[in-house]
């Protein structure tokens, strides 16, 4: 019985921080709320591993999981941002920008859940990577211009529901002897947040970016390809007109 809980109390735990996360946002902890949403992203990382090393899986926990998510990185991220950059603009353009965000992560995780999708990617930026970066951003706010934590935002949310494929990372298992070990790494984690916050954020920002960069490249990638390949079509059928009207002169 303790097995079959175990994935989802992580899924709580990864619950619980969102939201406490909105309550330190709402009592002007804004940086506290953004390094709960980057533990919350190891809690998540670890329900799914644990319930396939114990072989538990199942749609309750896959809905769980989901809703969590929406909360955690989707809503969580959204606040924090909001608080730190958007309310010295424009009232309607910072409410629709903060809006987007989580309603494009649903939007996500509920194409995720019916969609399927290729073996060993993801399609679109998972939401704990975007809301990953976006928290990360909202910590150096005092250096960033307000404008570019809008850009991310929104180039964040279309990201997400993109057609471009991540790689997923979902194979790399928890041996069931070390499951042991998963409580003791979140709450490392939680104390390595309390006494280094900004390394910590910097250590999880630089492979996030990279990872959404990584998409965005190859996406780029395929339509210059694809590009090419209508240009060179295009000059092949030319070449094919010009070809009869030559012999005929």
Request: charged share 15%; net charge positive; hydrophobic share 55%.
């Amino acid at each position: 019985m303790i097995a079959k809980s175990l994935p989802n109390l992580f899924t709580i735990g990864n619950l619980f921080l969102g939201i406490l996360s909105i309550i330190f946002v709402f009592n002007g902890l804004p940086d506290y709320a953004a390094i709960l949403v980057i533990v919350a992203m190891l809690t998540d990382g670890l329900d799914g591993r644990v319930a396939r090393a114990l072989n538990v899986q199942s749609d309750f926990g896959k809905e769980l999981d989901s809703l969590s998510d929406v909360i955690s990185f989707g809503v969580a991220p959204a606040f924090i941002v909001y608080s730190v950059a958007f309310q010295g603009l424009n009232d309607a353009a910072a409410w629709i920008v903060t809006a987007i965000f989580p309603i494009c992560g649903a939007l996500r995780l509920a194409r995720f859940n019916v969609v399927a999708g290729t073996p060993g990617y993801f399609v679109g930026l998972p939401i704990p990577a975007a809301g990953g970066v976006l928290c990360t951003l909202a910590l150096f706010h005092t250096s960033l211009s307000p404008y570019i934590l809008i850009a991310s935002t929104i180039l964040l949310s279309f990201l997400m529901v993109s057609n471009i494929k991540y790689p997923s990372f979902k194979k790399v298992a928890i041996p069931r002897p070390m499951l042991w070990i998963a409580p003791l790494l979140l709450i490392g984690a939680v104390i390595l947040a309390k006494m280094y916050p900004g390394q910590l954020s910097k250590l999880v920002f630089i492979p996030l970016v990279l990872y959404a960069l990584y998409g965005l490249k190859k996406n780029v990638n395929i339509i210059v390809r694809r590009l090419a390949r209508k240009h060179r079509k295009q000059l092949e059928s030319q070449y094919q007109e010009e070809q009869p009207a030559q012999s005929e002169g």
